[in-house]
């Protein structure tokens, strides 16, 4: 049996590269996209450094990768479907109509998608935008509707419809504001965020090169997309849609373009491993359903599809290369799911499994199933996660002390720190990094200012990065080595750019979220909140640090505040702006005391450090 761990790629297969050439129509007019306040959101010349042969600080693999994901400009599909590439960290397609043109996930930052659009307007004329869809949940294919659409949903004066899959508003919200803080800062980690673009640093992220720097937005969707077969007519082109709910994203859809030949398969199929469970850390998902959607795309649509594009990454053409490439897909999110349930149900740990599993040679030989943006390893342990949770059925995992208290003990066992260095220096040398990593971690959680125990953590670190082929697994060794040598870096929370697109109903659980439960434990107070603009009220209580709210149709005879105003006044309220122009009765001390329980979500938290 040929071992998967010793099968690699075709270098010398050039296809992808003509794949992603193919169509190219225009490059970027400018070096820099900058924003309103002359911030720039994003530099293509930060990838130049990627035109040279593979540094020995990079995996080729990766290297060959970040090559692909590095083409940025206007880009032909088919007549009629244009792609921007390399403008942000994923692709915003455009759909040409009879008056205009439909926009498809309009990239993370308004600026990018406005220079985007005015790209693709300077080679095929001022057309406008007719509608615009959301392929999925994703902030960086909704972000910058901003600069594409009006806030009002319109354009020269006409209303635009956003379409997006059912149950799209929640699940964005949820990912991007309720563990808002924690997901930013291990953002930072997986993204590179912190990194300089260079064979040393940042060399992408294997769905693009990296997320731009603008502050993204929301509308809401104005059409649900609730089916399978379900269609619309934009501007003239018939889309028919299918519902992929609990894949790559909880609300998630493909579409197809009947009468132009172009599957379009969002993030469900791309030229990578993706992810059952981001290292950001949002929900994880279900590859068995992921796999079977994968099929039912097949069945619907590959006996008339003459390319297939998506959501990042290049477009792949013809309908034999189409089907087995969405085979292949298939096969690589199936394989997973049930070969670590196969392993869990023999007794093995997710760790475990991880160790074991490997692909089949012909996934192993595919660039498309390589491991660039998910892994394997982290991919297995997720399945394991969903089905098993983190407990590994050994009684000695069930109340482990915390990392420093864990850290102290080992740290005396093997005779204190110094001892510890000199270990894990032995197994750095020896080139068993990983052990040397864990063993290095407990002697800088004991003595977090010790410069010898950082930056020889830091040189561990910086070694597994480079030998990394998954390019999130490099930004989290590279982001641990530098914050290892500099500190913490400031990631600051993003302006409130979503904010207006929430419920009430979504904002009040934000606000749950924040209460300090020990603060709150005395604290017995309501609030009757009636928004005069949405004609609906709400009665909230707080009660053993929870705070409770459900709509009502009650007036605020019991309540120990009562306040009529507008959602706009609401969140300027929680932007500190006081109660100016709102009408309230009561005793104010109870607005008050809500307000003071309430923490200020912190995403410079320490990682690598205690």
């Known amino acids: 049996m040929t071992r998967a761990a010793d099968i690699t790629p075709d270098f010398a297969d050039r296809t992808d590269f003509e794949d992603a050439d193919r169509g190219f129509v225009a490059p970027p007019e400018a070096a820099l996209i900058t924003g309103g306040d002359g911030q720039v959101v994003w530099n293509f010349d930060d990838t130049l450094f990627l035109d040279g042969g593979c540094p020995p600080t990079v995996h080729p693999s990766l290297w060959r990768q970040a090559q692909l994901c590095a083409r940025a400009g206007l880009y032909e599909v088919t007549e009629g479907v244009y ?18 043109v439909v926009v498809v996930d309009p990239l993370v930052s308004p600026d990018c998608a406005a220079a985007g659009l005015a790209l693709y307007r300077a080679v095929r004329g001022e057309r406008p935008v007719t509608a615009v869809i959301y392929t999925h949940s994703h902030i960086d294919h909704f972000g910058g509707v901003r600069g ?35 997901m930013l800062r291990r953002g930072e980690y997986y993204s590179g965020g912190g990194l300089e673009p260079g064979p040393a640093g940042l060399v992408g992220t294997g769905l693009g090169f990296t997320a731009s720097h603008g502050t993204p937005g929301l509308l809401s969707p104005t059409v649900e997309i609730r089916h399978t077969g379900q269609e619309a007519v934009l501007d003239g082109v018939l889309f028919r849609f299918q519902v992929t709910p609990g894949t790559e994203a909880p609300a998630e859809m493909n579409f197809m373009l009947p009468e132009r030949h172009a599957l379009c398969m969002a993030e469900n199929a791309g030229h990578n491993l993706h992810n059952i469970l981001t290292l950001r850390g949002p929900v994880v998902r279900d590859p068995r359903v992921w796999s079977r959607y994968l099929t039912e795309a097949i069945e619907l649509f590959a006996h008339d599809t003459d390319v297939l594009f998506a959501s990042h990454h290049w477009p792949t053409w013809g309908r034999d290369r189409i089907r087995t490439y969405l085979s292949e897909q298939r096969d690589l999110y199936g394989y997973l799911h049930d070969q670590t349930l196969r392993l869990a149900n023999q007794g093995h740990t997710g760790i475990e499994i991880a160790e074991m599993l490997e692909l089949p040679p012909a996934l192993s030989l595919a660039w498309h199933a390589r491991g660039y943006y998910g892994s394997v390893s982290h991919n297995v342990k997720a399945v394991y996660q969903r089905y098993m949770g983190w407990y590994d059925g050994n009684p000695a995992s069930l109340w482990e002390h915390p990392p420093v208290e864990t850290a102290k003990r080992y740290v005396d066992c093997i005779g204190g720190v110094d001892a510890v260095l000199e270990k894990g220096r032995s197994y750095l040398e020896e080139g068993d990094l990983r052990f040397a990593a864990q063993l290095l971690k407990q002697a800088v959680f004991v003595e977090p200012d010790n410069a010898d125990a950082k930056e020889l953590l830091a040189v561990t670190f910086e070694r597994l990065g480079q030998g990394a082929e998954c390019a999130t697994w490099r930004n989290c060794y590279l982001m641990g080595a530098q914050e290892l040598r500099t500190g913490i870096r400031s990631t600051p929370l993003p302006a409130a750019g979503m904010a207006d697109a929430l419920t009430v109903g979504q904002i009040f659980d934000a606000i749950a979220i924040r209460v300090d439960g020990p603060r709150a434990w005395d604290e017995n107070l309501s609030l009757h909140w009636h928004f005069t603009d949405l004609g609906e009220m709400y009665r909230m209580t707080l009660h053993n640090g929870v705070l409770v709210h459900s709509r009502t149709t009650m007036p605020a005879d019991s309540s120990d505040f009562a306040l009529s105003l507008t959602k706009p006044q609401l969140l300027g309220l929680l932007a500190g702006k006081g109660l100016d122009g709102v009408r309230h009765s009561g005793d104010l001390v109870t607005l008050k005391t809500l307000l003071t329980v309430l923490d200020d979500p912190d995403p410079s938290f320490a990682v690598v450090t205690p």
Do not use: T, W
């Open 83 to 100: 792609q921007i590439r390399g403008y942000d960290l994923s692709n915003m397609s455009l759909i040409e109509g009879a008056r205009g």
């Open 148 to 182: 594409v659409v009006n806030p009002d949903h319109s354009e020269d004066g006409e209303g635009v419809p956003i379409v997006a899959p059912q149950g799209f508003m929640a699940h964005s919200v949820a990912e991007n504001v309720y563990a808002g803080a924690a």
